[in-house]
Every structure is written in C-alpha cells, then in structure tokens.
C-alpha cells in the first residue's frame, strides 16, 4: 500500500512562488518509474502538470513550462514541485500520483493565487 502526503501549499500573490512537496511511504520510490503531479481547478477536469520519470527527466504542460521544475529525491522518497511565477490560472487543488499497480493519488494540497 503506497500512500502520498503533499505539503507546501497556501495562498500567494501573482507572481510568487511556492514548493509543494509529495511524501511518499509504503514502497521505495527507487521502485517506482515515473511519478506525477495533477490539479484540479474549480469547475474543471484535473490535469497532468508533470511527470517526472526516475532519470529525473520531466514533461510539463506547455502552461507551467519555464515557471514550474519538478523533482524528486528517491533517497529521501519525496517528491517537488517548485511553482514560481505564480498567475491567478494556476489556483488548483494539487496533488501527487504514483502511476504503479492501481494506481496511487494523495489527499491534495490547495494552492490559491489572488492579490
């Protein structure tokens, strides 16, 4: 049973940065090939906004590339997301997603952008 804690969220102003981070437990991430962080706006499906594969390489959605860096430390099982150059778009529930056997989500962390 692999379970996912994020952390890190909160309200910021537009153009500010937060680190949201993904604890993992319950299996070693060495063992797990690609995680992913999701968001899920109000009123809208959730999305992928990143994948990040355990070479450490990443895909971003074409939105968050160049403001958003993904990462993940298999040694401290953890995983990152750094947000900077935050716009009000970017307000969402967030959450981490272990892509191995069915499948494994967190309980998700707010991030609200607003001045």
Request: with cysteine.
């Given at each position: 049973?692999v ?30 090939p ?82």
């Open positions: 049973q379970q996912l804690v994020e952390s890190g969220g909160g309200l910021v102003q537009p153009g500010g940065s937060l680190r949201l981070s993904c604890a993992v437990s319950g299996r070693n991430m060495f063992t797990i690609t995680m992913n962080w999701f968001r899920q706006a109000p009123g809208k499906q959730r999305e992928l906004v990143v994948q990040i594969t355990g070479e450490s390489s990443t895909t971003y959605i074409p939105s968050v590339k160049g403001r958003f860096t993904g990462s993940r430390d298999n040694a401290k099982n953890t995983v990152y997301l750094e947000m900077n150059s935050l716009k009000p778009e970017d307000t969402a529930v967030y959450y981490c997603h272990a892509p191995v056997s069915r499948g494994y989500w967190g309980q998700g962390t707010q991030v609200t952008v607003s001045s």
